[in-house]
């Protein structure tokens, strides 16, 4: 038994190595990595602020600590990001009712067009890269990207006596 999952790991590991293999190759195409460079570009955004502004966009408004969770930063490093985007009148920061230590952002009228134009961007973007797959393909992209997406949110398993000691 013992045996056979040595032999699973070896081929989990062989797969984990082509997946960042795979990853990091469509990471060095440009036109994959960044579909909305020329949109960021002619806007004269960072690339955390183009994330801030797609986030608020996709979920209306968040606390300070959510975005950054969202944009994988510090809440101090959020906060020059937000600084910009609300003098250049994209957003606006809000302080709750119940607690006023709690800060809220969310888009402007300003800030809803710009999420607007990076929407399209990206869709007119992603439309290339679509384009590139059959419909069969496509399909079962989605079922695997469905499958990954699934399984990352269903609750962890409770912990068995043997891996709960660590055996």
């Not at 960021?40 to 300070?64: K, N, R």
């Not at 930063?73 to 937000?82: A, C, P």
């Not at 402007?108 to 069969?136: C, E, I, N, Y």
Request: net charge positive; charged share 30%; hydrophobic share 35%.
């Amino acid at each position: 038994m013992s045996r056979n999952i040595h032999k699973e790991d070896e081929a989990l590991s062989k797969d984990v190595d082509r997946m960042q293999e795979l990853m990091f190759s469509l990471g060095r195409r440009r036109s994959l990595r960044d579909p909305i460079a020329s949109t960021c570009e002619q806007l004269q955004f960072t690339p955390p602020q183009v994330h801030a502004l797609l986030w608020l966009g996709l979920d209306d408004s968040l606390t300070m600590g959510e975005l950054a969770k969202r944009l994988g930063v510090t809440e101090k490093t959020v906060t020059g990001v937000v600084d910009r985007l609300e003098r250049e009148g994209h957003l606006v920061r809000e302080r709750g009712d119940t607690d006023r230590r709690i800060v809220r952002c969310r888009l402007t009228d300003k800030g809803k067009q710009t999420f607007a134009k990076l929407d399209r961007s990206m869709h007119r973007a992603m439309g290339v890269v679509m384009g590139m797959l059959d419909p069969d393909d496509r399909q079962a992209l989605f079922r695997v990207l469905e499958k990954v997406l699934s399984k990352m949110d269903a609750p962890a398993p409770a912990p068995t006596p043997d891996t709960a000691s660590g055996t």
